[in-house]
T-cell receptor, first 114, second 109 residues
Framework: DAGITQSPRHKVTETGTPVTLRCHQT?????MYWYRQDPGHGLRLIHY???????DKGEVSDGYSVSRSKTEDFLLTLESATSSQTSVYFC?????????????FGPGTRLTVL | GIQVEQSPPDLILQEGANSTLRCNFSDSVNNLQWFHQNPWGQLINLFY???GTKQNGRLSATTVATERYSLLYISSSQTTDSGVYFCAAPNFGNEKLTFGTGTRLTIIP
């Protein structure tokens, strides 16, 4: 199994509070991704990173920011959580462009915003 | 962007039966992946198969890139095969994997 951990695994928070999710990998892969999974929508890309300090937006990036200060860590921040951000969040990694390389997924974080 | 469609949406089978899941995609791809999401929510990589056929135990997959579809075969189903099966493909030169909406497989003892 690819060495990907996510923390926390479960979180309940209130509307308006900031939340940070962490993804940690031990594979030294260059690319890291954050997805959210919602019923009826499958998995959708929020943000991704193609190197330290290099990030870009995905298809559902509004309300989210990311940071990557080390190869192994990719943080997803909800500056002011809303109920629409209740979801399961998955981190993924790949060695290079996902057009040519396999992505591997972490165990997920279940976030509930009340 | 690329569209990915899966069929059937739901499948209920008796233990020991065989099944075929289909994934159609709207554009040429260099990468196609199959995943199993188990009842605990974990996404498990099954196959990375841009073209051709691969086998792993009771599971095999075939991608016919020129006709833009992929098939996942599960033989002698076990209850542990239950869950949702996703296929996913990227837009060419794009970092985003587009996922199908999945096939929910339920294996009855």
């Amino acid at each position: 199994d690819a060495g990907i951990t996510q923390s926390p695994r479960h979180k309940v928070t209130e509307t308006g509070t900031p939340v940070t999710l962490r993804c940690h990998q031990t594979e030294n892969h260059r690319y890291m991704y954050w997805y959210r999974q919602d019923p009826g929508h499958g998995l959708r890309l929020i943000h991704y990173s193609y190197g330290v300090k290099d990030t870009d937006k995905g298809e559902v990036s509004d309300g989210y920011s990311v940071s990557r200060s080390k190869t192994e860590d990719f943080l997803l921040t909800l500056e002011s959580a809303t109920s629409s951000q209740t979801s399961v969040y998955f981190c993924a990694i790949s060695e290079s462009l996902s057009s040519y390389n396999e992505q591997f997924f972490g165990p997920g974080t279940r976030l509930t915003v009340l | 962007g690329i569209q990915v469609e899966q069929s059937p949406p739901d499948l209920i089978l008796q233990e020991g039966a065989n099944s075929t899941l289909r994934c159609n995609f709207s554009d040429s791809v260099n990468n196609l992946q199959w995943f199993h999401q188990n009842p605990w929510g974990q996404l498990i990589n099954l196959f990375y198969i841009p073209s051709g056929t691969k086998q792993n135990g009771r599971l095999s997959a075939t991608t016919v890139a020129t006709e833009r579809y992929s098939l996942l075969y599960i033989s002698s189903s076990q209850t542990t095969d239950s869950g949702v099966y996703f296929c996913a493909a990227p837009n060419f030169g794009n970092e985003k994997l587009t996922f199908g909406t999945g096939t929910r497989l339920t294996i009855i003892p």
